[in-house]
Each structure stands twice: as structure tokens, then as C-alpha cells.
Nanobody
């Protein structure tokens, strides 16, 4: 089992940066594909970025490519999302998620495949 706790959200002006962190507990984090999702009011939850447990080529949704970077530190049971050049449309609650898998290169981008979720952290970008 994996428990996830996000931190690092907040209020930032357009063009600013934030770094989200996700602390994981449980011995299976190292064999979990992980991802960051976000959900804005009235919208579906969408995958922002995902990475395999082997740390291979990550996935990014088109709107964040070149601005966001996902990374993980299996030794620290941690997941990160560096967000640069934030825009008002990035305003949402951000969630980290984990999917236990035996496949080291698997990247998961669909909500339904994830087994564990954090409680979310609010990111608000003012114009």
C-alpha cells in the first residue's frame, strides 16, 4: 500500500514558479508508476505528467510541455513537479498518484489506472 501527501501549492503571479512535492510511504513506491494530475472547478481531472518507476522518458500533457518537469527520488520515496512560467489556466487542485506495476518502463496517464491518490494541493495563479 502507498500513502501520498502533497505539499508546495500556493498563490503565485503569472510567470512565476512553484515546486510541488509528494511524500510517499510504503515499500512499493519504488515499483510504482507515478503521476501528477490536476482538476479545475467544473472540469475533469487531467494527467499533467507521468513517469515510470525506472525514471524513463516522462509524459507531459501538451499545455505544460517545456514549462513543467516531473521527477522522482525513489531513495527518498518522493515525487516532484517543478512548474515554471505558470499561467492562470494552470490554476487547479494538483494531486499525485501511484500505480503499482511490475513493468519498470510503464507510464500511466489515465485516472482509472491509478491505485493511490494524495489529498491534493491548491495552486492558484493570478494574472
Amino acid at each position: 500500500q502507498v500513502q501520498l501527501v502533497e505539499s508546495g501549492g500556493g498563490l503565485v503571479q503569472a510567470g512565476g514558479s512553484l515546486r510541488l512535492s509528494c511524500a510517499a510511504s510504503g515499500r512499493t513506491f519504488g515499483t510504482s508508476a507515478v503521476g501528477w494530475f490536476r482538476q479545475a472547478p467544473g472540469k475533469d481531472r487531467e494527467c499533467v505528467a507521468g513517469i515510470s518507476w525506472s525514471g524513463g522518458t516522462p509524459y507531459y500533457t501538451d499545455s505544460v510541455k517545456g514549462r513543467f518537469t516531473i521527477s522522482r527520488d525513489n531513495a527518498k520515496n518522493a515525487l516532484y513537479l517543478q512548474m515554471n512560467n505558470l499561467q492562470p489556466e494552470d490554476t487547479a487542485v494538483y494531486y499525485c498518484a501511484a500505480h503499482i506495476t511490475p513493468f519498470g518502463t510503464k507510464v500511466v496517464v489515465t485516472t482509472g489506472e491509478y491505485d493511490y491518490w494524495g489529498q491534493g494541493t491548491q495552486v492558484t495563479v493570478s494574472s
